[in-house]
């Protein structure tokens, strides 16, 4: 299956812009979709698609996606931007009908 | 108002099958477009993708995990159901249902998740 590979950790200043990568030869083919979990709550979609922000969602955080690597930017970091991050897309081996996702990473804002 | 749940026992012991119930409301499975899935995370660790039942009652599953692996659903209950055969204290996790709609790897609503220990 294919493996979507994340930086473990990250930190920003408050205030700050900062960009949480997604690696996988999967994401030549699909869009990733990107997670936001704060601890001991579900996942929660910030982004998907193209750049695409669910309701609710502050305009702060962005997506792209270049070759095989898709980008989750959160522009201006707040304090309650701390969080586990992961990004997923379906698994391009096989028949693409299975969802593969990243390690997470996790941002501190500083 | 979308909304789903897990339900299913907190302790299991090795060997045993693990049958997980995701009740939910704001939507139906049988409209077309709508997919419910399996997601699990091990206390620390990463989200992992377990299976999939679409609005025509496909199903899909992990490739690491389906030959123990059955999902099925209930549309007139609501209700998606996961079971999961000869549990491993590996196993332990919280498990969490999530909705997609087309694109199957949009989770745009995640039940709360339930906590499954696998111990003797």
């Known amino acids: 299956s294919s493996e979507l590979t994340q930086d473990p950790a990250v930190s920003v200043a408050l205030g700050q812009t900062v960009r949480i990568t997604c690696q996988g030869d999967?994401?030549?083919?699909?869009?990733a979709s990107w997670y936001q979990q704060k601890p001991g709550q579900a996942p929660v979609l910030v982004i998907y698609g193209k750049n695409n922000r669910p309701s609710g969602i502050p305009d702060r955080f962005s997506g792209s996606s270049s070759g095989n690597t898709a980008s989750l930017t959160i522009t201006g970091a707040q304090a309650e931007d701390e969080a586990d991050y992961y990004c997923?897309?379906?698994?391009?081996?096989?028949?693409?009908?299975?969802?593969?996702f990243g390690g997470g990473t996790k941002l501190t804002v500083l | 108002q979308v909304t789903l749940k897990e339900s299913g026992p907190a302790l299991v012991k090795p060997t045993q099958t693990l049958t997980l119930t995701c009740t939910f409301s704001g939507f139906s499975l049988s409209t077309s477009g709508m997919r419910a899935s399996w997601i699990r995370q091990p206390p620390g660790k990463a989200l992992e993708w377990l299976a999939r039942i679409d609005w025509d009652d496909d199903k899909f599953y992990s490739t690491s995990l389906k030959t123990r692996l059955t999902i099925s659903k209930d549309t007139s209950k609501n209700q998606v159901v996961l079971t999961m055969t000869n549990m491993d204290p590996v196993d332990t996790a919280t498990y969490y249902c999530a909705r997609s709609q087309w694109e199957p790897h949009y989770f745009d609503y995640w039940g709360q998740g339930t906590l499954v220990t696998v111990s003797s």
């Open positions: 997923n897309s379906r698994d391009s081996s096989g028949n693409h009908l299975e969802v593969v």
């Open positions: 999967s994401l030549r083919s699909y869009y």
